[in-house]
Antibody
Framework: EVQLVESGGGLVQPGRSLRLSCAAS????????MHWVRQAPGKGLEWVSG????????GYADSVKGRFTISRDNAKNSLYLQMNSLRAEDTALYYC?????????????????WGQGTLVTVSS | DIQMTQSPSSLSASVGDRVTITCRAS??????LNWYQQKPGKAPKLLIY???SLQSGVPSRFSGSGSGTDFTLTISSLQPEDFATYYC?????????FGQGTRLEIK
């Protein structure tokens, strides 16, 4: 069974940093692109970042570009999101999701499955 | 970025009803359109990919259609477990973008 388990969320002050992790199991992790998608409280879904199987292709939403860094460790079957200079508007439930494709940015990709999410709250 | 617009934003329906949700893209996305279902407190779940292909395990009462800019998700006969929020998502270009969601409520 494919499983994604996020961790690392919590309450953090504006301007500070946080690192999210996603532990993957049940599939060949280094065969797939991976993504972070977030959902602010009571709001819709927003794609945050994606990374290809070998970290060779990476993308970010404009709202986080220059502040967030996605990475992966295929030896540990893990995905990460380093979040710096956090803002109140970054408050959200952050989901890790598996892509269909190997390469980030390929047409016809989708997110399946998703983890249960980890909550990030940015507040003083 | 490609903007995805869903209608309606919310919908009340009864068990057994046939329901259609519409998703419109701001430019042509061919058939690169996916649908997700999200229940309260749960992660989204992929229902339909490539506009009309049913994800494994998803009941056949769900169907998708469309291409270009206009797409629909249809539930042929609503079941109690179908009351949820539905999102469309385009995978034609980066960044992938979602519609704002359609909340399906019990009448």
């Amino acid at each position: 069974e494919v499983q994604l388990v996020e961790s690392g969320g919590g309450l953090v002050q504006p301007g500070r940093s946080l690192r999210l992790s996603c532990a993957a199991s049940g599939f060949t992790f280094d065969d797939y692109a991976m993504h972070w998608v977030r959902q602010a409280p009571g709001k819709g879904l927003e794609w945050v970042s994606g990374i290809s199987w070998n970290s060779g292709s990476i993308g970010y939403a404009d709202s986080v570009k220059g502040r967030f860094t996605i990475s992966r460790d295929n030896a540990k079957n893990s995905l990460y999101l380093q979040m710096n200079s956090l803002r109140a508007e970054d408050t959200a439930l952050y989901y890790c999701a598996k892509g269909l494709r190997q390469w980030f940015g390929e047409m016809g990709d989708w997110f399946d499955p998703w983890g249960q999410g980890t909550l990030v709250t940015v507040s003083s | 970025d490609i903007q995805m617009t869903q209608s309606p934003s919310s919908l009340s329906a009864s068990v057994g009803d046939r329901v259609t949700i519409t998703c419109r893209a701001s430019q042509s996305i061919s058939s690169y359109l996916n649908w997700y279902q999200q229940k309260p407190g749960k992660a989204p779940k992929l229902l339909i990919y490539a506009a009309s292909s049913l994800q494994s395990g998803v009941p056949s009462r769900f169907s998708g259609s469309g291409s270009g800019t206009d797409f629909t998700l249809t539930i042929s006969s609503l079941q109690p477990e179908d009351f949820a929020t539905y999102y469309c998502q385009q995978s034609y270009s980066t960044p992938p973008t979602f519609g704002q969601g359609t909340r399906l409520e019990i009448k």
